[in-house]
C-alpha cells in the first residue's frame, strides 16, 4: 500500500467537503511566482475574501474574486489569519471549483497545515455572477 501524498490528502478534504453540496470539479494548487508552495492565509467568510502571502518571498495574492471586493473604496473587510490546531500558521493551499456549465458556482479554500499535517477547507463562497470561469486562473 502506497501512502498518499500531502497534496492528495488535501485534494481529498476539498473533495469530501463538497461545499454549497456542490461536487468538486477541478482543484489549483496555490505555487508562488517564486515556486514557494507555502502560505500564511488571510481570509473573511462572510465577504468570501482569501488572501495568500509566500512564506519565502512575502509576495501577496488576493484568491480568485477577492481583490475585487478588497479593492472597493467602502471595503470594510478584516481578514482573520489561518490557523491550525495545533497553532501553525504555514499551509499548503489549493482551491476546489465546483462548475456548472461554463460558471464556476462555488469554491473552496483548503489548507494543509507544514506542521502536523492536518488538512481541511477554511473558508469557501457561493460565486453569483457570470461569466466566471476565469476564477480558475486567480489562485
Known amino acids: 500500500m502506497t501512502s498518499r501524498t500531502g497534496r492528495e490528502q488535501l485534494h481529498d478534504s476539498i473533495r469530501d467537503y463538497e461545499a454549497g453540496d456542490f461536487p468538486v470539479d477541478r482543484i489549483i494548487d496555490c505555487v508562488c511566482t517564486c515556486g514557494n508552495e507555502v502560505f500564511a492565509l488571510g481570509y473573511d467568510d462572510e465577504q468570501g475574501v482569501a488572501v495568500r502571502l ?17 479593492d472597493r473604496a467602502d471595503s470594510d473587510i478584516e481578514l482573520d489569519a489561518a490557523e491550525c490546531t ?16 461554463e460558471d464556476v458556482r462555488w469554491v473552496s479554500v483548503g489548507l494543509r497545515c507544514e506542521d ?24
Do not use: N
Not at 61 to 68: F, I, K, Q
Not at 86 to 101: K, Y
Open 86 to 101: 495545533c497553532d501553525g500558521t504555514d499551509f499548503t493551499v489549493a482551491v476546489g471549483f465546483a462548475i456548472e456549465g
Open 116 to 139: 502536523c499535517a492536518i488538512a481541511g477547507v477554511y473558508t469557501d463562497w457561493a460565486i453569483d455572477y457570470s461569466p466566471s470561469l476565469h476564477l480558475l486562473e486567480r489562485v
Open 54 to 70: 509566500c512564506s519565502k518571498c512575502d509576495t501577496e495574492v488576493a484568491l480568485l474574486d477577492s481583490a475585487d471586493l478588497l
